[in-house]
């Protein structure tokens, strides 16, 4: 189905700015590529009743509150709608797991040679697809999203969480 067409997706998506400790180009760089990567494809059908049965496409914003993630719904107009809640202790591990190996794949990058960028990128590759993979499972009460979607939201998550 055409992007157009699917009301159950993503329309906009932004960060809680204050929600952000602290960026470098790289963090920079990987959450530009995330949230053009999610608006171009995603799904994104909550489970739980909105405002007036409103059936998408939404608008969405990440932010921290007390330890948990909070993903305000508002209308493709930004009307509000609901706030998913999700608790972070479940992806505290991993998305630890995930900076270190990060910042190795970033060092690595400037001076390794391609054998070890590739070894360290497979790692890095797979503890995203994990910590995507809880993502999916922790939402699958509250919103239906596929896997790309969920990865691309991990991606995001981990931007939040860098401190």
């Known amino acids: 189905m055409p992007r157009n067409q699917n009301t159950q997706r993503i329309c906009q998506i932004e960060l809680d700015e204050k929600s952000i400790i602290r960026r470098n180009e790289d963090i920079e760089h990987e959450r530009r590529v995330a949230i053009f990567d999610l608006l171009e494809t ?26 948990r993630l909070a993903i305000d719904l508002k209308t493709e107009e930004k009307k509000d709608l609901s706030t998913v809640i999700l608790p972070l202790s479940p992806l505290r591990r991993i998305i630890k797991e ?27 590759r797979a503890l995203h697809n994990e910590g995507s993979q809880i993502m999916q499972t922790r939402l699958a009460d509250k919103v239906d999203i596929d896997f790309e979607t969920a990865r691309r939201l991990f991606t995001l998550i981990c931007v939040l969480q860098i401190r």
Do not use: T
């Open 42 to 67: 995603n799904h994104f059908a909550p489970k739980m009743k909105v405002a007036n049965d409103y059936p998408g496409p939404f608008n969405v914003k990440l932010r921290i509150e007390d330890n």
């Open 98 to 124: 995930y900076f270190l190996v990060c910042d190795n794949y970033f060092n690595a990058v400037k001076s390794s040679n391609p054998n070890q960028i590739e070894a360290i990128d497979i790692g890095r």
